[in-house]
């Protein structure tokens, strides 16, 4: 037996009714009002909903609409599980209505807990949703910390927008057409920031949009049409020579020389830059090689990429393999980012890395070419740059580097590779002397 139930309008005559619930219970009717009052040219008799339609109804009418609808929908799968779990012939209807009633009633505090969550600000939601834990579904992972730092800097940056351009933190802000355009003059005019500053904040915050729409925050759908992946940009790479500069520095004997302030870790700092030179490790993964597994017989190290959780297989360069010996297997750790940085590039200039490099950046919406000493640009990312560079270079399979590397998409893993045109030209024209007969011969 299954219950048998409806919805009808109290007043159907008039312009606005109550919603009634109504249900036989042993042959007998309930009859309970739902608590939603509707326009009666919004319902539907025979599908017993709203109806929802963006021409005929005012946005307002609509989601109101869409509201009814989810009650009715929640209250007929609570009715038919009552049913189906309690039933009984000797239920009294008077307990029966009641029982029902706690469900309508429950329903109805459900809804207006879920409306009072729609009424937040976008940027309380946002801050609220960063910091849940949560499974990113695209790699079945807990998001990491450090993404939800990147996240933490966006959010930060908007709250910077609407407070400089006096905007309401309400989702229209961020959904409408000129949004784009706001916050591209926001960010060029007062804040000087580089165009990728820009798309990189438009990728979370498309994202984050994405979650409150589908939770139910009513918006519109302009933000889609944002550009969210950045530019690229003109890294460099070092090459295998510049590598071994660095690494033959004689830092004792610069330190005596004062060049090198003798309390300094910059030796550690090398070191640790010529691992990821040889093996693409990303800063946080060098600072976890006490996690790594070392085998000195096939000279091979096996990591689990922290962003990633992949484990990866890399073959010990020689240098690497120097260097695990120099510091019997137990490698330090590297300092904070800031005097990394300074080791590495003091690094590179006392190894004579100090040819002109051209960078074009577009900063504050100005497009311009910089010149910069090469040491003046270089951080612990160029190791991981100049592996997958070099080994490129060397003709590898780029399949085979990726493996290496861990990269999964051969369009993320070709960002890496800095080759300059004319290096281009060269390893074209090597592989045409390989193919083709000389061209001198007739």
């Not at 009052?37 to 307002?60: A, D, G, M």
């Not at 989601?63 to 039933?87: A, G, P, Q, T, W």
């Not at 976890?288 to 992949?310: H, P």
């Not at 003046?376 to 590898?396: D, E, I, P």
Request: hydrophobic letters at 35%; charged letters at 30%; proline letters at 2%.
């Amino acid at each position: 037996m299954t219950v048998k139930f409806r919805f009808n309008l109290k007043e159907p005559n008039k312009e606005k009714s109550l919603v009634m619930f109504l249900c036989r219970w042993n042959g007998k009717q309930i009859k309970i009002s739902t608590k939603f009052r509707v326009l009666v040219e919004t319902w539907n008799p025979k599908e017993q909903l709203c109806y929802i339609n963006k021409r005929r109804f005012h946005n307002s009418i609509n989601l109101h609409s869409f509201k009814v609808n989810r009650f009715i929908s929640l209250l007929s799968e609570r009715v038919v599980d009552f049913y189906n779990e309690k039933y009984s012939s000797t239920m009294s209807l008077e307990s029966a209505k009641s029982s029902i009633q706690r469900i309508v009633d429950d329903i109805i505090s459900q809804i207006d807990e879920q409306d009072e969550r729609l009424r937040m600000t976008p940027i309380r939601f946002f801050k609220e949703f960063i910091e849940k834990k949560r499974i990113d579904p695209h790699t079945g992972r807990y998001i990491s910390e450090r993404t939800k730092i990147h996240q933490r800097t966006v959010i930060h940056r908007l709250e910077d927008f609407l407070q400089d351009t006096n905007l309401p933190d309400d989702f229209s802000t961020f959904t409408s057409k000129k949004f784009d355009a706001l916050f591209t003059e926001w960010c060029y005019s007062i804040k000087n920031y580089k165009q990728n500053t820009v798309y990189a904040t438009y990728g979370v915050l498309k994202s984050l949009l994405n979650v409150a729409k589908e939770e139910g925050f009513e918006m519109e759908d302009n933000y889609i049409h944002l550009r969210g992946k950045c530019v690229d940009t003109d890294a460099i790479y070092l090459t295998e020579e510049e590598i071994e500069k660095i690494y033959q520095l004689d830092i004792p004997s610069l330190i005596e020389a004062g060049e090198i302030d003798a309390k300094s870790t910059i030796e550690k700092t090398r070191d640790l830059f010529i691992v990821a030179c040889w093996t693409g490790l990303r800063r946080s993964d060098v600072n976890r090689l006490d996690k790594a597994s070392f085998d000195i017989v096939s000279k091979t190290i096996s990591v689990t990429a922290e962003k990633t959780k992949r484990q990866v297989v890399i073959p010990m360069h020689p240098m690497v393999l120097a260097l695990y010996n120099k510091y019997n297997g137990v490698f330090p750790k590297l300092c904070d980012r800031s005097h990394t940085i300074d080791h590495l590039r003091q690094c590179a200039r006392l190894a004579g890395i100090d040819n002109e490099i051209r960078i074009v950046e577009n900063r504050g919406g100005k497009v311009s070419t910089l010149i910069y000493k090469k040491y003046q640009l270089v951080g612990m990312h160029t190791g991981r740059r100049s592996f997958a560079t070099n080994m490129y270079k060397r003709r590898f399979p780029t399949i085979a580097i990726m493996r290496l590397t861990g990269h999964t998409t051969e369009s993320n893993f070709l960002k890496y590779i800095k080759v300059s045109a004319e290096e281009n030209a060269i390893m074209i024209a090597e592989a045409f002397a390989k193919v083709y007969k000389p061209f001198d011969d007739d």
